[in-house]
């Protein structure tokens, strides 16, 4: 006898995972694993899980419980978008970051180094407030989560953090910000591998062939290149409710127009706010899938969305408040590319709110596949953007109460 839908769904959201590891799926299968993400959502909203009611699916999921700080991995649950699946260090131990200083290749227990390199999932928190002045870049491990709660850390004046060729990575409520290059010496990756590095590009966080990573609550500004790149085949990204202002070029998904391993990238950019002094690329995309769903964008000095290289494009329910320099209403723009090529490309706006005069200029036939393949969450009306993102970037959390 077929169980009735209510108690599957049931039976689907108390069932542990039982994977510790998520492999890239097929862009093709993302289309059911949204329905069903988008089910279960309405199934824990029908079964009376706690909700705070901001709308924001991310933050209703943990931010009213007063124990937050006793749940921490609860998080860990609570993703969307392409990178839901990341679970970064949730079934490992909680490392305690006490130490502030830094060394490249021989870091000190205590210093938030020596948490991300370890080869077990680990969940890294902060002992108090403090300000990390990296001397090189900090190399990432697998499974590991970097959790700002509580406290206010910053990670700035120096090479900031890299996800190269791992997976399952949560950065969460830290502020990045007035990054360096690094680079022309020796970082440590894991406990028993050094390597040389050459010249870094001075990203607030590099994404380079990295998977399953997720970017939430966090506030990022001034970098010397991007505040959040990912490039050379990276995929399953969400980059949520972080708050970025003071940049120029903000973010570039896609590593060149002639690197064609990015055509399976999927990135959902959802619930941010591109506030005071941002130039340009929120974000600059190639080859792949991008939902850039709910997003309050008050501020651009030349485009907004940007992309080379017939991206895919799906924007939902943004609000895209123009410059009033007449000359950059336009939201979008297609880099070096003549109209003749891009107009095949699949660009749509969906439910967005233009202010000020802007526009967003769409093109492709709208391939429903093609769709499918950028859409990762249902988007809300544009209306709610406000509220959705009002609390965007790092949380003034402390413990003991709600956050």
């Known amino acids: ?52 009611g901001s709308g924001n699916p991310i933050d209703d999921c943990w931010r009213c419980d007063p124990n937050w700080e006793k749940n921490r991995k609860r998080l860990a649950d609570c993703a969307i978008g392409f990178g839901k699946h990341a679970i970064g260090g949730r079934d490992g131990k909680i490392y305690v970051v006490t130490d502030p200083g830094d060394h490249p290749v021989s870091p000190k227990p205590g210093t938030l180094r020596y948490g991300v390199i370890q080869e077990e999932p680990l969940w890294i928190v902060f002992k108090r407030d403090m300000v990390i002045k990296l001397k090189q870049e900090l190399m990432m491990n697998s499974f590991k989560t970097i959790d700002g709660r509580g406290v206010s850390v910053h ?12 997976s399952n990575i949560i950065i969460h409520g830290i502020n990045i910000h007035d990054c360096k290059q690094g680079g022309n010496a020796y970082v440590r990756d894991s406990p028993s591998h050094y390597g040389w590095r050459t010249l870094s590009d001075g990203d607030g966080v590099s994404i380079f062939g990295g998977s399953h990573v997720w970017v939430d609550h966090c506030s990022l500004s001034n970098c010397r290149d991007g505040l959040i790149d990912a490039i050379h085949g990276s995929t399953a990204i969400t980059i949520s409710n972080n708050y970025m202002t003071h940049h120029n070029k903000v973010m570039l998904l896609g590593h060149s127009d002639t690197f064609t391993q990015d055509k399976n990238m999927q990135v959902t950019i959802a619930f941010n706010h591109f506030g005071e002094g941002l130039v340009q690329r929120m974000p600059r995309c190639r080859y792949g899938y991008f939902h850039v ?43 070096d590319t003549p109209q003749s090529k891009w107009k095949n490309w699949n660009w749509r706006s969906n439910g967005d709110l233009m202010l000020n005069g802007a526009f967003f200029t769409p093109s492709g036939a709208g391939a429903s596949s093609s769709y499918a393949r950028a859409s990762s969450l249902a988007a809300k009306s544009s209306s709610l953007v406000a509220s959705i993102t009002a609390s965007a970037g790092s949380l003034k959390c402390r413990k003991g109460s709600r956050c």
């Open 1 to 52: 006898m077929a169980l009735p839908l209510p108690f599957m769904l049931l039976l689907l959201f108390l069932a542990p995972s039982i994977i510790s590891s998520s492999p890239i799926q097929d862009p093709e299968l993302v289309v059911e694993e949204v329905h069903r993400s988008i089910n279960n959502a309405s199934a824990r909203r029908n079964m009376g899980f706690l909700s705070c």
């Open 155 to 166: 990670i700035a004046g120096g090479p900031c953090i890299t996800i190269q060729y791992v």
């Open 293 to 335: 769903v709910n997003n309050d964008y008050t501020h651009w000095q030349m485009y907004a969305i940007g992309g080379s290289a017939a991206p895919t494009i799906n924007s939902q329910g943004n609000r895209f408040l123009a410059p009033n320099d007449n000359t950059f209403k336009e939201v979008t723009k297609r880099e």
